[in-house]
């Protein structure tokens, strides 16, 4: 009998083919939200993250301003049209196949992610994962945005302090699990767990990943 454990998934680049950031600037833009100019800064930051030159929390901070007076309502369903008319396509074969091989293993499956839980909750509808552990937008006591995180993001340390609490709510140890991820900047949580998946690496997690004989996969 295979030890039940936690397996981790982020999501931009790894259960999908392509990053969120800029696909929802580009639903805004079709919808009114959003102009060729903030496609552009979106663009920029998501190279940045890329190279590992972002200041998350300076980008985090401007684009929750825009959000502040918001009913948390209206984003989700926002976000749930997104995801049904531009994200579902590139939900990637080999993500689908390791969470299903997972699911058989009678593991706890969770997304692990830098994007918001609106982003993220309809692409665990859609594969079942029941667990998602992402950034989090604070809400007043209407349900309306503050435009303001809840510490930490999930990102880098962050992601790797979110996760370590959920593994404490599951009671299942973070050091048994195995995360698949693409990204260097979750190197924290990558060092946790006993399996560390490089899934589409960038080129520093390819480098990383080599020269410490992790797992590497491509996911389409």
């Known amino acids: 009998m295979t030890r039940r454990r ?3 998934f982020d ?31 979106t663009l920029g930051w998501v190279a940045q993250y890329t190279i590992g030159t972002l200041d998350m929390p300076r980008v985090a901070a401007r684009a929750l301003k825009g ?7 209206v984003v989700a369903a926002r976000c749930d049209d997104w995801f049904r008319h531009s994200v579902e396509r590139y939900v990637t074969d080999g993500g689908r196949l390791a969470v ?10 969770a997304i692990v992610t830098g994007a918001s839980f609106y982003a993220s909750r309809p692409l665990a509808r859609l594969l079942d994962i029941p667990h998602v552990v992402s ?9 309306v945005f503050t435009g303001r995180p809840v510490e930490p993001l999930c990102f880098g340390e962050g992601k790797l302090a979110r996760a370590e609490r959920f593994a404490e709510e599951v009671g299942l140890p973070l050091e048994d699990a195995v995360f698949y991820t693409d990204s260097h900047s979750d190197l924290p949580l990558l ?6 998946v490089a899934v589409n690496p960038d080129p520093r997690l390819a480098r990383i990943a080599a020269s410490r ?5 491509a996911w389409y």
């Open 191 to 196: 060092e946790r767990v006993a399996e560390p």
């Open 67 to 73: 959000l502040a007076g918001t009913p948390e309502i």
């Open 213 to 217: 004989g992790w797992r590497v996969e």
């Open 6 to 8: 936690l397996a981790l």
């Open 135 to 143: 950034t989090v937008f604070e809400v007043d006591e209407r349900k």
């Open 11 to 41: 999501m931009d680049r790894t259960l999908l083919s392509r990053e969120t950031a800029s696909m929802y600037v580009r639903y805004q833009r079709q919808i009114g939200e959003a102009t060729t100019a903030d496609l552009l800064r």
């Open 100 to 109: 299903k091989a997972h699911r058989a293993d009678g593991d706890v499956l």
